[in-house]
């Protein structure tokens, strides 16, 4: 996302964190003749969704496009691993998803979903892309088979209607939440709105690494 934003040279705003009324606002002043992306996600620091219906409504309101990351949810969500908009049934509403194939897919690299035109306009001109070595065969293998197994057919579980590999995650991630509370370790709440003032964990992380480690750390900024 990142790289794209400096090599289009087009004009980069930030709307406050999730704030729709924000987005509107920074739309509005940006005129409807200048083509948009809006891009937003799901959020790695704090575990947050974007509202992703309430931004696309904006979007669409203003004729911009729309250019989700879904990187932290593929895999996981959806009935077949697609994400957070294929399980809330809005991947028609979005231009682009981003996703990896690391993290849930366990191999490196990413892509995006988006229409023929868009995938071939990127492949023409993102950097580096059409000149530099793709992936070897055998992480392609690898992504191909990891892709095929979390897609498998849906079968009914307590989860609700997904493939055996996406509850297989479900499972074991709703096992580790259970570990990490009794843990007390500090997370925050997986929301879709944004939090009044996002919280802050630091001390709370300070606090249990020096009861491991038996001492403040010298080089902490914070405790
Ligand atoms: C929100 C978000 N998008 C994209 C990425 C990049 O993912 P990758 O390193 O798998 O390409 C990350 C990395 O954690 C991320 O947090």
């Not at 979007?59 to 294929?86: C, S």
């Not at 995006?112 to 055998?138: E, W, Y």
């Not at 992504?143 to 498998?152: E, L, M, S, V």
Request: with cysteine; aromatic share 8%; net charge positive.
């Amino acid at each position: 996302m990142i790289e794209g934003i400096c090599h289009s040279w087009a004009n980069k705003y930030i709307f406050a964190h999730s704030d729709a009324a924000d987005l509107d606002r920074k739309l509005a002043a940006i005129g409807p003749d200048r083509p948009k992306l809006v891009a937003f996600a799901v959020y790695s620091m704090n575990s947050d969704i974007a509202p992703i219906a309430e931004l696309c409504a904006v979007a669409e309101a203003h004729g911009a496009m729309t250019y989700l990351d879904e990187v932290h949810a593929v895999g996981l969500y959806g009935p077949r691993g697609g994400g957070i908009a294929e399980r809330d049934g809005l991947s028609h509403r979005l231009n682009v998803v981003e996703g990896t194939l690391a993290k849930a897919f366990g191999v490196i690299g990413g892509y995006i979903a988006a229409s023929a035109a868009l995938c071939d306009f990127i492949r023409g001109f993102a950097s580096g892309f059409i000149f530099t070595t793709p992936l070897p065969p055998a992480v392609s293998a690898g992504a191909i088979n990891q892709t095929r197994q979390i897609a498998q057919p849906l079968r009914c579980s307590p989860h609700g209607n997904v493939s055996p590999t996406v509850e297989h995650y479900l499972v074991r991630g709703r096992r580790f939440s259970k570990m990490q509370n009794c843990a007390q370790f500090p997370r925050p709440p997986s929301i879709s709105a944004p939090p009044a003032r996002p919280p802050d964990y630091s001390r709370t992380w300070c606090r249990l690494a020096r009861a491991r480690v038996g001492r403040p750390n010298p080089a902490c900024h914070v405790c």
